[in-house]
């Protein structure tokens, strides 16, 4: 019995013992950041040094951590900088608008006259006043000429031309520079066209022989008129060979001993008539050249033709009469160092005194031009401007007699 019972309480506790392990199950506590413990906790030196070895690479990890933030946003930001800049590249910029002065010619004129041509290849004007043009004459300095004083102009705008005419004349063979000096003030796009080297071929100084006009005599003959437009007078007793031609048909060819002295600088009118009589008449076309036998006589040939249209109209009128004729004006063309082209109108009559009305009308609202006289002849004279005759023109004169007389005469009209 008291076995039975001592075993009996021993298989009570251990199953107690049993059940109370299978029903107390605590739950894992939460996760948490571990934390090292203090170093003074450990006694060995060992077990210190290992603490210190592991923070500092717990140190080491946080700073490559940062690092790699830092460069991040390095990166971004230069990233930001590189499309900034890409952005404004695409976006079209006003492009800086600057002059671009430029000699573009120089050459002699017909009278030996220095000429310079000044271009603006530029975008924007150019002010004048800001420039000089320099000129060496066989590597000397002849002269220095602000731009301001060679035009009336303030600018010289893009794609425009100015001629200027530097006053002196050069004879014979020379070389000649000219620069353009401009200001520091003026930019320009390229100054590398800022000079021009030419060399040039004046004329010999010595007289200049030219035909300066044809007239009409009270007989409707032939008058030539003569000049000397060079530097130097011509001496008397000259051998002069002259030829006349009408309507394209050679009438009279001559030669001429000078009578008298021809005065430089047009200083004198020499008529003289051919030996035999040219009489024109109806619509002529009249050209008369001259030459000389010495070229030291005459330095320039270029002048020693004259063309001219003669048209005669004849008239009578009876008492406060009146009579209007139509003719036709060509285009012509003028040359360099050409004399300038007139029209000449004159209106002759015999038998006294008398009140006639002269009348010329152009193209259009060209001119009305009248004219009143007593006394033979009535003249109307004016110079034709360039682009005054650029087609076939249709032209009218007309005489009015304002007394109670018949008025007999002619029309003389004569034109380039």
């Known amino acids: 019995m008291h076995k039975g019972a001592i075993g009996f309480f021993a298989f009570f506790i251990l199953l107690f013992g049993c059940s109370a392990r299978m029903v107390y199950q605590p739950s894992p506590p939460p996760f948490q950041a571990v934390t090292l413990p203090d170093p003074k906790a450990y006694e060995t030196s060992s077990e210190k040094e290992e603490v210190e070895l592991v923070q500092k690479e717990e140190a080491k990890e946080e700073v490559k951590e940062e690092g ?20 404004k590249s695409e976006i079209p910029s006003e492009p800086l608008l600057l002059p671009d002065i430029t000699i573009a010619d120089l050459f002699l004129n017909s009278k030996r006259g220095l000429v310079a041509i000044l271009d603006n290849r530029g975008d924007a004007p150019f002010p004048l006043a800001e420039g000089t043009l320099r000129l060496f004459w066989d590597g000397q300095l002849k002269g220095s000429y602000p731009l301001s004083n060679l035009s009336d102009q303030s600018f010289l705008s893009p794609e425009e031309n100015l001629t200027f005419f530097i006053p002196f004349i050069i004879s014979g063979r020379h070389e000649i520079h000219a620069y353009l000096d401009t200001s520091s003030e003026v930019r320009e796009s390229n100054q590398e066209n ?10 010999p100084v010595g007289p200049d022989i030219m035909v300066r006009d044809l007239e009409l005599a009270e007989d409707l003959e032939l008058v030539i008129v003569l000049g000397n437009g060079g530097e130097i007078d011509l001496r008397k007793g000259v051998i002069l060979r002259i030829r006349v031609f009408v309507n394209n048909q050679k009438i009279s060819e001559f030669e001429h001993f000078t009578s008298e002295v021809l005065k430089a600088y047009l200083g004198n009118r020499y008529p003289l008539s051919p030996p035999y009589r040219v009489e024109i008449g109806g619509i002529s076309k009249v050209k008369v050249s001259i030459s000389t036998k010495l070229s030291s006589d005459d330095v320039r040939i270029e002048n020693n033709v004259l063309d001219r249209t003669f048209i005669v109209f004849p008239f009578r009128i009876g008492p406060q009469g009146r009579e209007e004729f139509t003719f036709f004006v060509f285009p012509f063309h003028s040359r360099e160092g050409d004399q300038e082209k007139r029209f000449k109108t004159e209106a002759r009559w015999s038998g006294g005194r008398a009140s006639l009305l002269l009348s010329l009308k152009g193209p259009g609202q060209a001119m009305t031009v009248p004219l009143l006289s007593a006394t033979s002849p009535i003249k109307i004279e004016f ?17 009015t007699n304002l007394i109670e007389k018949r008025v007999e005469g002619q029309i003389i009209i004569q034109h380039p």
Do not use: C, F, Y
């Not at 790699?68 to 952005?87: H, P, S």
């Not at 800022?194 to 004329?203: D, K, P």
């Open 68 to 87: 790699k933030e830092e460069v991040k946003e390095e990166v971004k930001e230069d990233r930001q900088k590189e499309e900034t800049i890409a952005l």
């Open 194 to 203: 800022n000079h021009l080297m030419r060399i040039v071929q004046g004329l």
């Open 383 to 399: 110079p034709l401007l360039h682009g005054m005759v650029q087609e076939e023109s249709q032209w009218k004169v007309s005489v």
